[in-house]
């Protein structure tokens, strides 16, 4: 340790202010504190500080979704016909270029913003950039990821000033750019299954999604329990409930997802989804919007973000419980679109705000009522 | 006895170096110091000079903003020094205490006959004044103004704070002379919070308005009591007083002589030997902590906080104990890189995150350092800071509602409510690294400039 701490400190002064390579010192910056944690000590207020820091935080976000993220590389080899261990070299190899890029261009773009308002980087970026490879389909160009992450950070993100001031999620913001700017090339059938031939992987018999059958048929033809587990096609790590829950259940125990949000969002689309069976709008039961497409993943690690939903704990069950009703609403009654779950947590992220002001405006009103109690 | 008020919100963070229950009689130190930056919004306009003579309760210095309010020497003898910082800035004026202790001599009123505008003005005389702080905003009262209530907080729930049922053992008459005095002020009964199960002598005081709070720290916080209370609402004055400073008054009704001797508790994980010493107000550090620093490895040093380590101040090994503090606490400076730690387990460190372990050993004392363990981040993390701060608040909009400056949202959020004391759990906790005691010091300055 102390060697590699002598290296860093030899080579600090070229990139501090008015070093050499001054210009790259929010870089510099990047890599020491995650080399080390800072010696910084308090100067005003407390004079000891709770442990937990912004970097921690993420990480385990991060390692929450780990499971979802191993599931996905062996469904992706799987869905075109490879089994056991081939499946999952397959499609690590196969994402790999994909995370690649999104670290690429979004933590380049991050750093030249750190650098030009003289910050330190922040760290939201690494969910962000985990996130974004697993909301897309796996067969989604390259060149398109760089786009998407490109317009989600520039102007989802930094545009507003940076991690904690975003309105909209960052890694939805890259998903939707990138649906709505191709749409040809990101719908059909085709691009939800590996087209790389390598390792023996076969021609897939490409098929609808799981979200499809049921919008046009109202069936699918995979078992409640195969779709639980994810051995369905769709985008690289929102198919297995079970994976996800897992990695839920990570973030509700360090409490760093909100379980108020988290479980609102299940309800909602749950009473949604009984609700249209009730009336007779679908045939299939509720409980199946919650094990296909990007419901569950979407519940567990878009719409718990602090940043972008409810900051109020009141306005967290409200957010929570819209987006969940909104994202089956969107999937049964728009038959041109069948997953609502992307737009319905964005167009939350949109109303949180209004829904958290209406609290607030609440806590207010009975603060001052308390007054003319009292006296 | 009255019903327990119960808060299901805090933290009390478990600090090695608790005070034994003995108590160390410290002989007169050579000088003693006066600060007008003990207090908030105070600017002094000197009424000594170097060489003149004083007592214990001559005028020192008195406030600008609020003229009738004297600041006093609490030892007799020689002004030796008024030391100034940037700007002239009057940082402290030290006395040099003479062998012999005298005070200036003060009626004994009877306070049965005695008007309350006479007991103002013993107070303001003998610089006891000063100990009487008014909500909002956390600054010395006003003489003029008539408070809806007296609030005093008969326990400390702060880290390794001192038992003041301990340190005002025998001085119950004082204490019970002090709440009269009280009494006066208020027009009223004043209000006494003491903790459940741990009431000691102080639920025997008579003529107060008992009350009895459980929970873990802010509890202990007359703020957050005076919340639960009989909250502050715009135009409420209220005035609080710290328990040991309720004997110090006390004492000076029952003898008419400045008295201004108090129980420090010596804390934190770097004593020999924690325990309690008796000083006078404005002693030197030296006296207390002296011999007493456990020794340091090579590179390593130590922080010394006049106060509990939440929100004590940062004093120099030669500086004198602030006029607030009851305690002193010696922990480690963090001055130290840490590789990788923010991935490390860290069995060592505290947090209320889960994703250490600290929340398995709840009985565990933690050795903590100074250090930030991070860097400033914008606010991410929601729901946090409401957990910390036991009050009908949204802690995260009044602090947002300070940056932004906008005194409507600030006085509709809930400024009138807190000091800095009230929000340093919620300083302690977040994972941002906010500077959040000195942001609402800054909202509570710019209320009392626009207001």
């Not at chain 2, 956390?138 to 907080?153: L, T």
């Not at chain 2, 340093?424 to 000195?438: G, Y």
Request: glycine content about 8%.
């Amino acid at each position: 340790m102390k060697g590699l701490r002598k290296i860093v400190d030899n080579v600090k002064p070229t990139f501090v202010e008015g070093g050499k390579l001054g210009f790259l010192a929010s870089f510099f910056d990047a890599i020491e504190t995650f080399l080390f944690v800072p010696n910084t000590t308090t100067k005003k207020g407390s004079h000891i500080r709770d442990c937990i820091d912004m970097k921690r935080t993420m990480f385990f976000v991060v390692l929450a979704l780990i499971p979802a993220f191993l599931f996905g590389c062996y469904n992706t080899g799987s869905q075109v016909g490879l089994e056991g261990f081939t499946a999952f070299w397959y499609g690590l190899v196969r994402v790999l270029p994909m995370l690649a890029v999104s670290y690429v261009v979004g933590l380049g773009i991050e750093i030249v913003y750190a650098q030009i308002r003289k910050e330190e980087v922040a760290e939201g970026y690494f969910v962000t950039g985990f996130l974004i490879p697993m909301i897309m389909p796996v067969s989604t160009p390259l060149w398109m990821v760089a786009l998407g992450v490109a317009f989600a950070v520039i102007f989802g993100k930094e545009v507003f000033g940076g991690t904690g001031m975003n309105v909209f999620n960052p890694a939805l913001v890259a998903r939707a750019f990138v649906f709505f700017a191709f749409t040809p090339q990101m719908s059909g059938e085709k691009v939800w299954f590996s087209d790389w031939k390598m390792m023996g992987a076969t021609d897939a018999t490409t098929g609808a999604t799981a979200l499809e059958q049921l919008a046009t048929k109202g069936e699918m033809q995979w078992s409640a329990m195969d779709a639980f587990l994810g051995f369905i096609p769709g985008s690289f790590g929102e198919t297995s409930t079970l994976c996800i829950l897992l990695g839920g259940a990570l973030l509700l125990y360090t409490g760093i997802a909100s379980w108020r949000t988290m479980l609102s969002v299940f309800v909602g689309g749950l009473a949604m989804g009984y609700l249209f069976q009730a009336v007779g709008m679908t045939e299939y039961p509720a409980y199946y919007h919650l094990l296909v497409g990007g419901f569950a993943f979407g519940a567990v690690f878009m719409a718990t973000d602090p940043v972008t939903s409810a900051q109020t704990n009141m306005g967290k069950y409200i957010v929570g419980f819209l987006t969940g009703a909104l994202a089956v609403m969107v999937r049964v009654v728009n038959p041109a679109y069948p997953e609502g779950m992307m737009l319905s947590i964005l167009f939350m992220n949109a109303l949180a705000p209004t829904v958290d002001y209406f609290v607030v405006e609440a806590n207010i009103k009975r603060r001052n009522n308390r007054v003319k109690t009292v006296k | 006895m009255s019903k327990i008020i119960k808060l299901r919100k805090g933290l009390d963070i478990n600090l090695q170096g608790k005070a034994a229950e003995s108590v160390v009689d410290t002989p007169l130190a050579k000088e003693y110091a006066v600060s007008p930056l003990d207090f908030e919004n105070v600017t002094p306009k000197l009424l000594v000079k170097v060489g003149d003579k004083v007592k214990a309760g001559t005028p020192l210095f008195f406030d600008k903003n609020n003229q009738r309010v004297l600041f006093c020497s609490p030892v007799s003898g020689e002004v030796s020094a008024v030391n100034r910082g940037e700007k002239r800035k009057i940082l402290n004026v030290v006395v040099a205490a003479d062998a012999n202790q005298e005070s200036e001599e003060f009626a004994v009123l009877d306070l049965k006959k005695a008007s309350r505008d006479e007991v103002i003005e013993q107070l303001l005389k003998s610089g006891l004044w000063t100990m009487i702080l008014q909500r909002p905003y956390g600054i010395v009262a006003n003489p003029a103004d008539q408070p809806k209530a007296v609030f005093v907080s008969a326990f400390d729930s702060a880290p390794l704070a001192p038992d003041f049922n301990f340190a005002l053992k025998g001085e119950k008459d004082a204490l019970q002379k002090g709440m009269e005095v009280l009494a006066v002020l208020a027009g009223g009964k004043p209000h006494v919070s003491v903790k459940a199960n741990a009431e000691g002598e102080m639920a025997s005081l008579n003529g107060v308005e008992l009350h009895t709070f459980a929970g873990k720290h802010p509890v202990g916080n007359v703020g957050v009591q005076i919340h639960h209370i009989d909250p502050i609402s715009k135009g409420d004055i209220v005035w609080t007083v710290n328990i040991q400073d309720v004997a110090a008054i006390g004492r000076l009704f029952l003898t008419g002589k400045v008295d201004l001797k108090k129980v420090i508790a010596l804390t934190g994980s770097e004593v020999e030997k924690p325990q309690y010493y008796r000083v006078i107000s404005g002693a030197p550090i030296s006296t207390i902590v002296a011999g007493q620093i456990k020794k340091q490895a090579e590179g390593d040093s130590v922080r010394i906080i006049a106060g509990n380590p939440l929100t004590g101040k940062k004093v120099a090994q030669d500086g004198f104990l602030t006029a607030t503090a009851h305690q002193v606490t010696v922990i480690p400076e963090g001055d130290k890189y840490e590789m990788l730690g923010w991935i490390a387990p860290r069995f060592n460190k505290f947090s209320v995150s889960r994703s250490y372990f600290s929340w398995l050993c709840p009985k565990k004392q933690y050795k903590l350092d100074t250090n930030i363990n991070g860097g400033p981040r914008a606010f991410v993390v929601t729901g946090l800071f409401e957990e910390y701060l036991p009050m009908d608040i949204y802690p995260m909009y009044l602090f947002k509602a300070i940056i932004a400056n906008d005194i409507d949202k600030m006085e509709n959020l809930g400024i009138y409510e807190v000091v800095e004391e009230d929000v340093a759990l919620c300083e302690f906790v977040d994972p941002s690294k906010t500077e959040i005691q000195q942001l609402v010091r800054d909202g509570i300055n710019l209320m009392i400039k626009e207001c």
